[in-house]
């Protein structure tokens, strides 16, 4: 029997070294999955329980490998699931490649059932490369280029295939007019920057008396090259959200992250600093930045699509963030008053210091930065952690303490809810043999975190280290969007929009055959993670939190607090929708350098 397109685009991905595929099954791709029955499932089908799901665990799977996500999905309806999860990958820069199918091509134009018009449909999120594939002859040209473009564009892409061209007998492109031929294969390119704006730069952050960095993941395995120039400079560095994993933790002049869900001590630094040098992110905002006429500012980026934006830099720096520090770094002069470290390195300890005091107050039942705080002494230092959005991934940004090599993610400008569970199914298949963790609200548990336990279920035998752990944040409340109504707003909680219903997803687990622990006290926390560190299959944490821990920007001014809180601190009704008393405490308790009277 001859080969079919459906045969020779699973063979070029076996070419490309694809090793998994996430996808669900559907009518527009039969040929396609009879093709994967002739190959002996190579590359692997990953079934999960939904496409949007497939494309999650694509996101996933590319961020923490480094290499293309591949994702598939039928015609209609499951090219419409992907969306999501593609749209996670475009605004992350993450390589994720699309594979769709669509009706018949006789069909096609005569509104016959499932017919959507995919290019229009895929022309945003995939901006960069999606394709339809009409004859035999364009395969190999499409797949090589939607991979090589995701690669090197840090983008998604799509190819389309009407059902009936995957059935139709290969035939490759020939030695003629209007023929494209194609290869496999790419090498990797390293952007090197301009010599004299290297030395342009080191004129810059000379003169500076308080640098501060800011790094984001395009800086990433460089710790070697950061450790250098902020030994050298005398300075600290902040890590936007998608850079967490970029430094540990344990470093003493690194001041976590900036932001929204940023510490003390990122804040101090860039309201105190002359100097910023911003390495590989495009961290969004400004406000958390020095004041617009406070700082000379540089950026390195290696694009020059994403260079100069969100402050007034002085020095826009195109070039690969390691090749630059390192041409960088011998023309940097060592600072000899280094009162400007031992302040961040003050305000670290601070930092670090008032998170253990808040992890360990009292809560009702558990404080949901007891959560993290006890992971954070017991971290496996390989450990791969997924956060979803909410309030989780506030205190994964604030609480946990990364060390040694241990990488880490969420979505981060989607801020979407429902990738953490499909991070970590996704991280599996890069790393099986290493540890991964998610913390999931209850939301994104029931919003789609429950199903794809049950493709942890199906798969998590086939890994090396069967350790998976899904710690849920259960407070029964859509917990980030109940405080941004207090505090934006001014309202108080709307319990038919915020209110969940109770579900036991410990229980849910158990009936998987995954190990399920319900912790209803602080002190069941410990124990419950050093089981779940050890155990021998994945594990669901099921922690009833309490939803009355504000997560309060740790460097608002009182201003603000009282704009959350005002009525509770200063008046005599209950507007907040719980008590007066309670409300008062938990702001004096989480913010203990604020008062009344500040």
């Not at 890590?239 to 101090?268: E, N, R």
């Not at 930065?369 to 979803?388: G, K």
Request: net charge negative.
């Amino acid at each position: 029997m001859a080969d079919t397109v459906a045969d020779v685009l699973l063979a070029r991905l076996r070419e490309w070294n694809v090793a998994q595929v996430f996808g669900y099954p559907g009518d527009g791709i039969n040929g396609l999955l009879a093709a994967w029955g002739r190959a002996g499932n190579e590359p692997q089908f990953v079934q999960a329980r939904h496409e949007e799901m497939a494309a999650f665990e694509a996101v996933g799977f590319a961020k923490f490998s480094g290499q293309v996500g591949v994702c598939v999905a039928t015609s209609g309806p499951g090219a419409v699931h992907l969306l999501n999860g593609l749209y996670d990958a475009k605004l992350d820069h993450v390589p994720v490649v699309a594979i769709v199918g669509q009706t018949e091509r006789s069909a096609m134009g005569g509104s016959y059932q499932q017919e959507i018009d995919l290019l229009s449909l895929f022309k945003d999120v995939c901006s960069d490369y999606v394709q339809m594939c009409t004859v035999p002859q364009q395969l190999p040209n499409l797949i090589d280029r939607a991979i090589r473009i995701a690669q090197s564009e840090h983008a998604p892409t799509c190819i389309i295939i009407p059902s009936d061209v995957l059935e139709l007998e290969y035939e490759a492109p020939g030695h003629a007019f209007k023929q494209v031929p194609s290869s496999v294969g790419m090498t990797s390119v390293t952007p090197r920057a301009d010599d004299r704006a290297v030395r342009q730069a080191a004129g810059i952050l000379n003169a500076g008396e308080r640098v501060a960095l800011l790094v984001g993941q395009g800086a990433r395995d460089c710790v070697a090259e950061l450790t250098q120039v902020a030994e050298l400079l005398g300075a600290g560095a902040a890590k936007a959200l998608l850079g967490k994993d970029v430094l540990p933790d344990d470093l003493p002049w690194v001041t976590g992250s900036i932001g929204l869900l940023g510490t003390t001590a990122s804040y101090k630094m860039m309201m105190g600093c002359d100097t910023l040098l911003t390495v590989g992110s495009n961290f969004p905002y400004t406000q958390f930045l020095p004041e617009l006429d406070q700082a000379r500012a540089i950026q390195i980026d290696r694009s020059g699509k994403w260079i100069g934006m969100r402050y007034p830099y002085e020095l826009n720096v195109v070039g690969d963030a390691r090749t630059t520090l390192q041409a960088l770094i011998p023309l940097l002069s060592r600072k000899a008053d280094r009162g400007w470290r031992e302040e961040i390195e003050s305000d670290v300890a601070d930092w670090w210091s008032t998170i253990e005091r808040q992890a360990t107050l009292d809560a009702d039942p558990v404080n949901p930065l007891t959560i993290f705080h006890e992971l954070s002494e017991r971290m496996p230092d390989n450990a791969v952690i997924a956060a979803d959005s909410g309030s989780s991934a506030n205190w994964y940004a604030r609480v946990l303490k990364f060390r040694g090599n241990v990488r880490g993610s969420l979505s981060g400008t989607l801020a979407t809810m429902g990738p953490g569970v499909p991070y970590a199914i996704g991280a599996k298949w890069a790393h099986p043999d290493r540890p991964t963790l998610a913390f999931v609200g209850d939301g994104a548990m029931q919003m789609n975190g429950l199903a794809e336990l049950i493709t942890i279920k199906h798969y998590w035998q086939q890994w090396a280290d069967p350790r998976l752990i899904i710690a849920v944040l259960h407070n029964n409340d859509l917990n980030q969007v109940t405080w941004e109504m207090r505090a934006m707003e001014g309202s108080p909680k709307f319990a038919e929009s915020q209110t969940l219903p109770d579900v036991d997803y410990a229980a849910f687990a158990r009936s998987l055959g995954l190990a399920g622990h319900n912790i209803d006290t602080p002190e069941q926390l410990a124990q419950a993670w050093d089981e779940a560190l050890s155990a021998d299959r994945p594990t669901v944490l099921d922690v009833r939190c309490d939803p009355n821990v504000p997560p309060i920007p740790p460097h608002a001014t009182f201003e603000q607090i009282k704009s959350l809180a005002g009525a509770v601190l200063h008046g005599d009704e209950d507007t907040w929708g719980f008590a007066k008393q309670g409300l008062k405490q938990k702001v004096q308790q989480y913010l203990p350098h604020r008062t009344e009277s500040e």
